[in-house]
């Protein structure tokens, strides 16, 4: 359906497309909005499974566009959602150093995952909130701190702070 294409000009923006692009389900979901704007409900019926994650994962991306589907007299409203972009054109230098660890953050296991956020988030709470900080006493470098942050539906960031997302407590892991 869309023939947009997704222009990556920063390594870290590769994250969140190498891990959703890892999954069959997430690659799947997108893969049935490319042919058109489908709702969760239909996704799930043709998917046959839970959708939810992949759908926050795409929007997360920026992969597809969401938008009202005008319900039937006397029905709510749906949101529908297509993906935004058809290609990828990838325009950035890196070092090597840096690419492995934007693979290793996006191909990462869950659980470990996990372990990371949960890292983070108990420097936040410990009022240790800018990057420089967090990279300093979690001894991670600057890149793969911001990799882990593009990756996360938990955290984000904001300038130089690190933050946790106001709707943190509902998302789904």
Not at 11 to 21: A, G, K, R
Not at 82 to 90: D, L, M, T
């Amino acid at each position: 359906m869309s023939q947009g294409i997704k222009i990556i000009s920063n390594l870290i923006d590769l994250v969140p497309i190498i891990h959703i692009f890892s999954s069959d389900l997430h690659k799947s979901v997108f893969n049935e909005l490319l042919k058109g704007w489908k709702t969760e409900k239909e996704l799930k019926e043709i998917i046959g499974t839970d959708v939810n994650k992949s759908i926050e994962l795409l929007k997360m991306g920026h992969l597809i566009a969401g938008r009202w589907r005008t319900p039937e007299r006397g029905e709510m409203p749906e949101m529908e959602y297509a993906a935004a972009y058809s290609k990828i054109k990838a325009d950035f230098q890196s070092d090597f150093e840096d690419m492995g660890d934007v693979i290793n953050i996006a191909v990462m296991d869950d659980d470990t995952f996990g372990e990371y956020e949960s890292a983070i988030i108990k420097k936040i709470n410990k009022d240790k909130r800018s990057i420089n900080e967090i990279c300093r006493e979690l001894n991670y470098s600057p890149s793969f701190l911001r990799g882990l942050l593009k990756r996360s539906l938990l955290l984000d960031l904001r300038g130089q702070d690190v933050v946790i997302l106001k709707n943190a407590n509902t998302a789904k892991k």
